[in-house]
């Protein structure tokens, strides 16, 4: 025996590469609505067959009419395996119609059935225990929909019970997701970085005798600067959220070259000032055309039905944590080199310059519909 | 019979993949259709030994005898018939044991079994060095652990678990697995002709020994370029009419390479069964434009998108495969091959490696393949030739 073995052991190693079949899986759908659950199980026949038996005859194989036969045992095996809790207390089950179907390994019979919690459930407590005792590779595969939200999971008997909540979870998630796109948009949103830039340059200097000095303290730079950013926040968020409503809608074209056109004058009025001291109102005039802009990358995302304000609220406070981040980095930086000919010949005049040239590139290549940048 | 059922499941995957329905549950038009075919019928003599063990184990479950003979029986049946369900059944026949840190040494040996046929490598090695540790005449823990360590191409390491199997198996086997590891470590040819002669000098060996030896001087001709001899050990090796999905995927291969598509198709024919086996015939029908090629390719997505969700990841050098030969995803290929490459050391793993490089235009993720090849002196014609045609890429970038 030992000799034996110790061949089979040997040829294992070799041929442990060819599995030939799938292991043992049931597919598990779980659809929660109101207080009730509705369920849908699909466990192989041939894992039926080794727990409970379901080959009548005994002839290897297995006709509809042994399954049939069989259908009240296999309830009766099936759901005491899954606990269903929710809704405060114990959701119990009763099977409501068994069909069969065909996986990419052969048949399953399908067990339908619907479990009613007490009240609609905030969260639902699975613990999963088919076939766990007589195969300990099976696993379970759960895919749980909720007001069109889908989560997986696998059921394996390290992770025999699991803890899904609903409501929340779902939708602070789509909240984190949108907050997440908002950030990201204004990092890799060039156009919005340099108007915003564009403006903040000046704040730290204040206009006398058509030259440009360096502001006496900290605070009346802070306020220039909250200024700016407050007035360019409310006027973008305006219009994102018209334009998300769906109240108003500008062609994607026109916005997109207004955006540039904005970041064009905006740089050239540090050059040649023309709205000295109100620059808050150019970031409020212009923050109403750059909003229009984030609409669309929004609406390119995609809305959730149902959560619609979830998600417009998410994605602007993403993009105003996104601003927030450049403001905190420029803000001590350009205030410590205030004083500096450098600061006020190179970075406000040649910076303005620079960002007036680049926006002008994007105005030609957005009016005409042309790529002439990289970005 | 079988056929019918994977053609029922092939009708089920072009239904799910031309978006009918992912499922689309049934009730069958009448009692008498089949639904499944068992591996076993009732009156099938391994049905009976199965329930006398079982039976035997339930009345007494913390037996340990009982209990590991179950587990042994199931562990054949699975190299058997290929079925990684009977894995389960065997965890399950030693469930009072399985979480143990020091088992009893047979538990040991049969869980690094386990888990070596599921790939937890260092799971399985851990248990192999207890059990040897504490009690160094163990037979098949040396065996396992050669196994293993071929497989992860620690070639000093295996040779020595073969030469401490001495006296504890068949001498057949014993220098069949030195010629082995000899034949991966730069010594083909001799490990080659001392195979030869020690399987000449056993007729009295049994026929799981005979597909053994013939199934590895085939592979070793192979790696020589020696076709014609390999190509005849591989017909003795099949000759003796026992079912293996190693063999079969191998010769597959060899046939593949050697562009006699039509045989391969011939060869695996009703084995559509084994995903190992249906990439194989799945590339021999797209090289001969049959018709079946896109059934087999909806089959083998359905399949892979299976093992996904579950987790699974014992197909990779085989999706590899797919990507790169079906779906000419050279990049996705890549990914694969290098993921693989992470745990699987054999030839056919560098060469998947190599061959998804190549067709990726990547030479540097050939490197950790090409740094084996040199370390290890393997000697094999396909590997050798992926080599020379990456230095060309590297040469005329």
């Known amino acids: 025996m030992m000799r034996r073995l110790a061949m089979l052991l040997l040829l294992a190693a070799f041929t442990g590469n060819a599995h030939a079949h799938k292991p043992s899986d049931s597919y598990l759908v779980l659809k929660v609505d109101g207080a009730t659950v509705q369920g849908q199980w699909d466990i192989a026949l041939r894992d039926l067959d080794f727990a409970i038996g379901l080959d009548g005859n005994g002839d290897g194989e297995i006709t509809w009419g042994e399954l049939r036969a069989r259908h009240g045992a296999i309830a009766a095996y099936a759901l005491p395996r899954l606990k269903v809790q929710g809704g405060g207390g114990g959701c119990p089950t009763h099977a409501t119609e068994h069909l069969v179907d065909n996986h990419s390994d052969g048949a399953y019979a399908v067990l339908r059935f619907v479990a009613a919690c007490p009240k609609p459930p905030a969260a639902l407590e699975l613990s999963y225990s088919l076939l766990f005792d007589v195969d300990p590779q099976h696993k379970g595969l759960l895919r749980l929909e909720y007001q069109g939200t889908t989560t997986t999971a696998i059921f394996s008997p390290d992770k025999s019970t699991q803890h899904f909540v609903l409501a929340e979870a779902t939708l602070l998630r789509q909240f984190l997701d949108y907050a997440k796109e908002g950030v990201w948009h204004i990092w890799i949103g060039y156009d919005h970085i340099t108007f915003l830039l564009a403006l903040l340059l000046p704040a730290v200097l204040h206009r006398q005798r058509k030259h440009w000095e360096a502001i006496a303290g900290f605070r009346p730079a802070f306020f220039n600067v909250l200024k700016i950013v407050t007035a360019f926040t409310v006027a973008h968020s305006i219009t994102l959220s018209l334009a998300t409503l769906g109240v108003v809608t500008l062609p994607s074209r026109l916005v997109e070259s207004a955006i540039a056109a904005s970041v064009v004058l905006a740089a050239l009025n540090n050059v040649f000032p023309l709205f000295e001291g109100r620059l808050w109102m150019v970031a409020f005039a212009f923050g109403l055309i750059h909003g229009f802009g984030f609409a669309s990358v929004l609406a390119d995302l995609g809305l959730p039905q149902g959560a619609l304000l979830l998600a417009l609220v998410g994605f602007n406070l993403g993009v105003e944590a996104g601003q927030l981040a450049i403001v905190g980095a420029f803000l001590p930086l350009a205030y410590w080199l205030r004083n500096t000919v450098l600061y006020r010949r190179a970075v406000l005049v040649g910076g303005s310059f620079l960002i007036a040239l680049l926006a002008s590139v994007w105005l030609v290549e957005r009016v005409f519909g042309l790529k002439l940048l990289g970005f | ?397």
């Open chain 2, 1 to 397: 019979m079988r056929g019918k059922i994977n053609h029922l499941l092939l009708f089920a995957v072009l239904l799910s993949c031309s978006g009918v329905g992912l499922t689309a549950p049934f009730v069958p038009v009448n009692d008498a259709v089949v639904l499944e075919r068992l591996p076993f019928k009732a009156s099938d003599p391994t049905t009976r030994e199965l329930r006398s063990l079982r039976s035997e184990l339930s009345s007494d479950p913390r037996n340990l005898d009982k209990a590991v003979a179950l587990a042994r029986r199931y562990f054949q049946l699975a190299l058997a018939e290929g079925d990684p369900r009977f894995i389960g059944y065997a965890q399950a026949a030693l469930a009072p044991w399985w979480n143990m840190a020091e088992p009893p040494v047979p538990v040991l040996v049969l869980r690094a079994t386990l888990n070596q046929y599921n790939h937890a490598f260092a799971a399985a090695l851990a248990d192999l060095n207890q059990a040897t540790r504490r009690e160094p005449r163990n037979g098949a823990a040396w065996s396992l652990l050669a196994a293993i360590h071929m497989v992860q191409a620690d070639f000093m390491a295996a040779r020595k678990d073969c030469e401490n199997m001495d006296g504890l198996a068949s001498k057949l086997i014993v220098l069949a697995c030195v010629a082995t590891v000899d034949s991966l470590a730069g010594q083909a040819e001799q490990g080659h002709a001392a195979l030869r002669k020690a399987y000449e000098a056993t007729p009295a060996a049994t026929s799981g020994e005979r597909l053994w030896v013939l199934t590895r001087l085939a592979e070793i001709s192979d790696r020589l370029g020696r076709t014609r001899e390999a190509d005849a050990y591989f017909k003795a090796a099949l000759g003796l009419d026992i079912t293996d999905a190693y063999l079969l995927a191998v010769y597959a291969e060899f046939l593949l390479d050697e562009n006699r598509f039509a045989e391969v198709v011939q060869l695996l024919k009703g084995k559509e069964r084994s995903d190992v086996l249906l990439v194989r015939l799945a590339l021999a029908e797209k090289a001969l434009a049959l018709p079946q090629a896109r059934e087999h390719e909806a089959a083998i997505r359905a399949r892979f998108d299976a093992a996904r969700m579950r987790g699974d990841k014992l197909h990779i050098q085989d999706e590899s495969r797919f990507q790169l030969y079906f779906l000419n995803n050279a990049v996705e290929a890549l990914r694969l091959a290098q993921e693989n490459w992470q745990t699987q050391h054999e030839p056919s793993d560098a060469r998947m490696l190599l061959e998804a490089a190549l067709a990726a235009k990547d030479a540097a993720a050939a490197r950790p393949a090409l740094e084996w090849l040199a370390h290890s002196h393997i000697e094999d014609r396909h590997l050798e030739k992926l080599a020379r045609q990456i230095a060309q890429l590297v040469a005329k970038p």
